[in-house]
């Protein structure tokens, strides 16, 4: 059984920092790009960021560069997203995806994988 399992989601003002980090089993993780992808209230999906294997180059969507920064530990099997200088159109939940098309993810079925997501919260 395939299982992401994301953590380290709350609520912060605008200028903090949280960390959030997906857990991975059932999957030959080294194998998966693996991509964080967020839904803010009444939003659709919005891809975040996602990291490749291999070399393990970075993308992020321009609102969120500078600012995040995604990481994986493939002997763990742990991909992290780290959050500065969070801001209230952060607020959304976050999900962890695996084996998903290349290109923007618009729909859950762009993505094989998913976690069940953690709330992000950004308010003042």
């Known amino acids: 059984e395939v299982r992401l399992v994301e953590s380290g989601g709350g609520s912060v003002q605008p200028g903090g920092s949280l960390r959030l980090s997906c857990a991975v089993s059932g999957l030959q993780f080294s194998r998966f790009w693996m991509y964080w992808v967020r839904q803010a209230p009444g939003k659709g999906l919005e891809w975040v960021s996602y990291i490749t294997t291999g070399d393990s180059s970075t993308y992020y969507r321009n609102s969120v560069k500078g600012r995040f920064t995604i990481s994986r530990d493939d002997a763990k099997n742990i991909v992290d997203l780290e959050m500065n200088n969070l801001e209230p159109l952060d607020t959304a939940t976050y999900y962890c995806?695996?084996?998903?098309?290349?290109?923007?993810?618009?729909?859950?079925?762009?993505?094989?994988?998913w976690g069940p997501g953690t709330q992000v919260t950004v308010s003042s």
């Open positions: 995806a695996a084996a998903c098309r290349t290109g923007t993810v618009l729909s859950r079925a762009d993505c094989t994988y």
